[in-house]
């Protein structure tokens, strides 16, 4: 399966399993079990959702929004429990107001949902880590 680097965002073939004890990338050496949410702009959001076939989590968000920065450590936490399983980014819709336009942000936060390079989900609102974990699990095959 096609997994996006944390680190350098190159895409890495990786065997798909159960569980992994040890999995780098190809290019950078780091480990892809660092699941952390990956910083996302116009430059690479394309290549995040095109190129995963795993699912995509996108936090829409900014940094005046109070939710938002109360999901924000929730949002990372989880994230590192989805290591190879889904990829998370956050996008700053401040800064990136062409993204927040193109993807009909219209609240925030809010979480959208991409399997395939298509979204297939999404919803808005902040949520604690029981909320957010059983709200990813559902896209997981």
């Known amino acids: 399966m096609k997994i996006i680097c944390p680190h350098c965002l190159s895409i890495n073939n990786v065997p798909k399993k159960e569980t992994y004890k040890k999995a780098n990338c190809g290019k950078c050496k780091n480990s892809l079990l ?30 005046w929004c109070a939710p938002c920065s109360m999901m924000a450590p929730v949002f990372e936490e989880v994230a590192k429990d989805f290591a190879l399983k889904a990829t998370f980014g956050k996008v700053n819709t401040q800064d990136e107001q062409f993204l927040a336009s193109r993807f009909k942000i219209r609240s925030i936060p809010t979480l959208c949902v991409f399997k395939n390079g298509k979204e297939v989900h999404r919803v808005s609102g902040a949520m604690h880590d029981e909320q957010l974990t059983s709200f990813v699990n559902q896209f997981l095959d």
């Open 34 to 63: 660092d699941s952390k949410a990956l910083h996302v702009s116009s430059d690479n959001i394309d290549k995040i959702i095109e190129n995963s076939e795993i699912p995509v989590i996108l936090d829409f968000w900014a940094p």
